[in-house]
């Protein structure tokens, strides 16, 4: 069994994310081997980084920071699911995982990313970057909402199809997969 940790990577009213962010954990806790929480960056509110010494140190000194890396130690894969900004991912997202180092290292990340035409496509490539720093691996299989508000329905609802369904379960089933055989991995490293 491994715990999937869904992170909610924007804090815009009116929000977009969060139907993925539903769709993605409904599709996962379906699967077996893998229990899912969804962290929600908006509700979780970390202020701008401050602390005072790099996350490589591990001398956290606010109680924020404790609980934040707390949560993130406890996961064993993550998803990320991020709005792509100006070519890039979130700053809530960009903030939430730049107060960590330890607590990401050797665990899977998969992503679902949503904008206009490239569907997020450019926002996942810099997450791809920051996730090899982190000394994550980055899963290959992603999913992109391209221009999603030409899928709304006329109440708002994102239309997702058995392909997004198909995509995720993929998605999942590696991090799952993955997810096992780095936690094994990680027990057998000495830190």
């Known amino acids: 069994m491994i715990t999937l940790k869904i992170l909610s990577g ?4 009116g929000r977009f994310n969060d ?3 539903a769709f993605v954990a409904e ?5 077996p081997n893998v229990a899912v929480e969804v962290v929600d960056l908006a509700t979780l509110n970390l202020p701008f980084l401050d602390e005072a010494t790099p996350p490589m140190m591990h001398g956290y000194t606010h109680e924020h920071t404790k609980a934040w890396s707390a949560a993130v130690a406890a996961a064993d894969a993550f998803i990320m699911v991020t709005p792509e900004y100006n070519h890039s991912y979130s700053p809530v997202l960009k903030n ?3 107060y960590l180092f330890t607590e990401w290292n050797y665990k899977p990340v998969g992503f679902v990313s949503y904008g206009s035409l490239a569907g997020g496509a450019r926002a996942v490539e810099h997450l791809r970057g ?3 720093e982190l000394k994550m691996y980055d899963i290959r299989e992603q999913v992109l ?3 999603y508000w030409e899928h709304l329905s006329t109440e708002g609802r994102y239309q ?10 993929e998605l999942v089933q590696e991090l799952i997969f993955w997810g096992e055989m780095m936690k094994e991995a990680r027990a057998k490293r000495i830190m």
């Open 10 to 13: 924007s804090s815009r009213p």
């Open 19 to 21: 139907q993925p962010v």
């Open 27 to 31: 599709v996962a806790k379906i699967l």
């Open 96 to 98: 939430a995982i730049d």
């Open 130 to 132: 920051v996730a090899g």
């Open 145 to 147: 909402l391209p221009n």
């Open 160 to 169: 997702f199809s058995d392909r997004h369904h198909e995509s995720v379960t």
